[in-house]
Nanobody, 121 residues
Framework: QVRLVESGGGLAQAGGSLRLSCAAS????????LRWYRQALGKQRELVAR???????DYADSVKGRFTISRDGAKNTVYLQMNSLKPEDTAVYYC???????????????WGQGTQVTVSS
Protein backbone atom coordinates (compact mmCIF):
# COMPACT_ATOMS: atom_id res chain seq x y z
CA GLN A 1 0.00 0.00 0.00
CA VAL A 2 1.42 3.37 -0.96
CA ARG A 3 2.09 6.00 1.65
CA LEU A 4 3.96 9.27 1.92
CA VAL A 5 7.33 9.55 3.63
CA GLU A 6 8.29 12.81 5.28
CA SER A 7 11.68 13.97 6.45
CA GLY A 8 13.46 17.11 7.54
CA GLY A 9 11.78 18.02 10.79
CA GLY A 10 13.71 18.85 13.92
CA LEU A 11 14.67 21.65 16.24
CA ALA A 12 15.36 25.20 15.10
CA GLN A 13 15.81 28.53 16.80
CA ALA A 14 13.45 31.39 16.16
CA GLY A 15 14.48 33.08 12.94
CA GLY A 16 16.02 29.90 11.62
CA SER A 17 15.08 27.61 8.75
CA LEU A 18 14.10 24.04 8.11
CA ARG A 19 13.15 22.19 4.94
CA LEU A 20 10.62 19.38 4.96
CA SER A 21 10.44 16.77 2.21
CA CYS A 22 7.61 14.48 1.19
CA ALA A 23 7.89 11.58 -1.25
CA ALA A 24 5.74 8.62 -2.21
CA SER A 25 6.87 5.27 -0.81
CA UNK A 26 6.43 3.57 -4.20
CA UNK A 27 8.37 4.80 -7.23
CA UNK A 28 5.48 3.85 -9.50
CA UNK A 29 3.37 6.62 -7.93
CA UNK A 30 3.62 10.22 -9.05
CA UNK A 31 2.55 13.08 -6.80
CA UNK A 32 -0.18 15.23 -8.31
CA UNK A 33 -1.59 17.75 -5.83
CA LEU A 34 -0.04 17.95 -2.37
CA ARG A 35 -0.89 19.73 0.83
CA TRP A 36 1.13 20.37 4.00
CA TYR A 37 -0.84 20.46 7.25
CA ARG A 38 0.32 21.03 10.79
CA GLN A 39 -1.12 20.26 14.18
CA ALA A 40 0.12 21.92 17.33
CA LEU A 41 -0.47 20.34 20.71
CA GLY A 42 -4.06 20.84 21.77
CA LYS A 43 -5.05 22.50 18.50
CA GLN A 44 -6.84 21.46 15.37
CA ARG A 45 -4.96 20.44 12.27
CA GLU A 46 -4.58 23.35 9.88
CA LEU A 47 -3.66 23.65 6.21
CA VAL A 48 -0.32 25.40 5.79
CA ALA A 49 0.42 25.24 2.06
CA ARG A 50 -0.64 23.42 -1.05
CA UNK A 51 0.53 22.91 -4.60
CA UNK A 52 -1.55 21.70 -7.52
CA UNK A 53 -0.48 19.34 -10.26
CA UNK A 54 0.02 22.41 -12.44
CA UNK A 55 2.26 24.08 -9.90
CA UNK A 56 -0.15 26.65 -8.47
CA UNK A 57 0.61 27.34 -4.82
CA ASP A 58 -1.39 28.71 -1.93
CA TYR A 59 -0.50 29.48 1.69
CA ALA A 60 -2.09 30.13 5.03
CA ASP A 61 -1.88 33.79 6.02
CA SER A 62 0.24 32.86 9.03
CA VAL A 63 3.09 31.55 6.84
CA LYS A 64 2.88 33.74 3.73
CA GLY A 65 6.23 35.24 2.88
CA ARG A 66 8.07 32.79 5.15
CA PHE A 67 7.23 29.33 3.79
CA THR A 68 7.61 28.09 0.23
CA ILE A 69 6.17 24.91 -1.21
CA SER A 70 7.84 23.48 -4.30
CA ARG A 71 8.26 20.25 -6.20
CA ASP A 72 11.08 18.42 -7.90
CA GLY A 73 9.48 16.40 -10.65
CA ALA A 74 12.59 14.36 -11.34
CA LYS A 75 12.79 13.26 -7.71
CA ASN A 76 9.00 13.08 -7.34
CA THR A 77 9.37 15.00 -4.11
CA VAL A 78 7.61 18.03 -2.68
CA TYR A 79 9.36 20.39 -0.28
CA LEU A 80 8.29 22.90 2.31
CA GLN A 81 11.00 25.47 2.89
CA MET A 82 10.37 27.20 6.19
CA ASN A 83 12.25 30.42 6.88
CA SER A 84 12.02 33.00 9.64
CA LEU A 85 10.61 30.35 11.93
CA LYS A 86 8.62 31.38 14.98
CA PRO A 87 7.84 29.46 18.17
CA GLU A 88 4.21 29.33 17.05
CA ASP A 89 5.28 27.24 14.05
CA THR A 90 5.98 24.39 16.48
CA ALA A 91 3.78 21.46 15.45
CA VAL A 92 3.70 18.07 13.82
CA TYR A 93 3.72 18.62 10.07
CA TYR A 94 1.93 16.20 7.75
CA CYS A 95 1.90 15.93 3.98
CA UNK A 96 -1.25 14.81 2.22
CA UNK A 97 -1.35 14.07 -1.49
CA UNK A 98 -3.24 12.77 -4.47
CA UNK A 99 -1.19 10.23 -6.38
CA UNK A 100 -1.29 8.68 -9.82
CA UNK A 101 0.24 5.23 -9.80
CA UNK A 102 1.14 2.84 -12.56
CA UNK A 103 -0.96 -0.32 -12.28
CA UNK A 104 -2.58 0.85 -9.00
CA UNK A 105 -4.37 3.81 -10.54
CA UNK A 106 -5.18 6.99 -8.69
CA UNK A 107 -4.90 7.27 -4.93
CA UNK A 108 -6.45 10.27 -3.21
CA UNK A 109 -5.97 11.65 0.28
CA UNK A 110 -2.80 9.74 1.11
CA TRP A 111 -1.09 10.84 4.34
CA GLY A 112 2.40 10.82 5.69
CA GLN A 113 3.31 9.82 9.22
CA GLY A 114 4.10 13.35 10.34
CA THR A 115 7.34 15.02 11.35
CA GLN A 116 7.91 17.15 14.43
CA VAL A 117 9.07 20.73 14.04
CA THR A 118 10.06 22.54 17.22
CA VAL A 119 11.06 26.19 17.23
CA SER A 120 12.71 27.57 20.35
CA SER A 121 12.60 31.22 21.31
Amino acid sequence: QVRLVESGGGLAQAGGSLRLSCAASLSICRINALRWYRQALGKQRELVARITSGGTTDYADSVKGRFTISRDGAKNTVYLQMNSLKPEDTAVYYCNADLKCEVLGERSDVWGQGTQVTVSS
